[in-house]
């Protein structure tokens, strides 16, 4: 299936903010408000940052936010901590007649 | 505390099969869809299946449908992934994770330790 785009790295120092962007089409990202961010650190499994575009599940910091405009949905990181340097998925659910979850390349986040 | 425990690791010839199994704890199970998720070596993260809560609802990534079939036993609290026609490029970590509701829209807020499947002659 279709997958999303992601740009393949990011970085940014201590204390600053880092946007990724997850660009998919009007058939998963755009025509649905069902998109997720993991976090996965080498050798963990993924951990849920985000769902439904900006909802935050307890316990992930509000560093942590999501939006989305169009077909692209972006997770943003404000206050850069050493511990965010991990790698990160965006999934996008696609309709009930695609049968599948759309998912990204990941994108790793390097703390300078 | 919700676990999700995945078992059924194994190396196989390429047109073998294998079962995955995922036994979970901590939650109700039945209220929650569940799914695969597999990661082969160096590799992103790839969906490859889900069911809702109730199990009247399969959902399949392209790549594994005709050859993969998921299921559920709400008696055992345990979810399958039976794995046929295996082909190389099938060898990843597969994990198991928990769904935030009933049906499958790709959000997953609990996920197992993976258990590794490789293909190979």
């Known amino acids: 299936q279709s997958a999303l785009t992601q740009p393949r790295s990011v970085s940014g120092s201590p204390g600053q903010s880092v946007t990724i962007s997850c660009t998919g089409t009007?058939?998963?990202?755009?025509?649905?408000?069902?998109v997720s961010w993991y976090q996965q650190h080498p050798g963990k499994a993924p951990k849920l940052m985000i769902y439904d575009v900006n909802k935050r599940p307890s316990g992930v910091p509000d560093r942590f936010s999501g939006s989305k405009s169009g077909n692209t949905a972006s997770l943003t990181i404000s206050g850069l901590q050493a511990e965010d340097e991990a790698d990160y998925f965006c999934f996008s659910y696609g309709g009930s007649y695609a049968s599948s979850i759309f998912f990204g390349g990941g994108t790793r986040l390097t703390v300078l | 505390e919700v676990q999700l425990l995945e078992s059924g690791r194994g190396m196989v010839q390429p047109g073998g099969s294998l079962r995955l199994s995922c036994v979970a704890s901590?939650?109700?199970?039945?209220?929650?869809?569940m799914s695969w998720v597999r990661q082969a070596p160096g590799k992103g993260l790839e969906w490859v299946s889900a069911i809702t809560g109730s199990g009247g609802g399969t959902y399949y990534a392209d790549s594994v449908k005709g050859r993969f079939t998921i299921s559920r036993d709400q008696s055992k609290n345990t979810l399958y992934l039976q794995m046929n026609s295996l082909r190389a490029e099938d060898t990843a970590l597969y994990y198991c994770?928990?769904?935030?509701?009933?049906?499958?829209?790709?959000?997953?807020?609990?996920w197992g330790q993976g258990t590794l499947v490789t293909v190979s002659s």
């Open positions: 994770a928990k769904g935030l509701r009933f049906g499958n829209y790709g959000d997953y807020d609990y």
């Open positions: 009007s058939s998963n990202v755009g025509g649905y408000n069902y």
């Open positions: 901590g939650f109700t199970f039945n209220k929650f869809a």
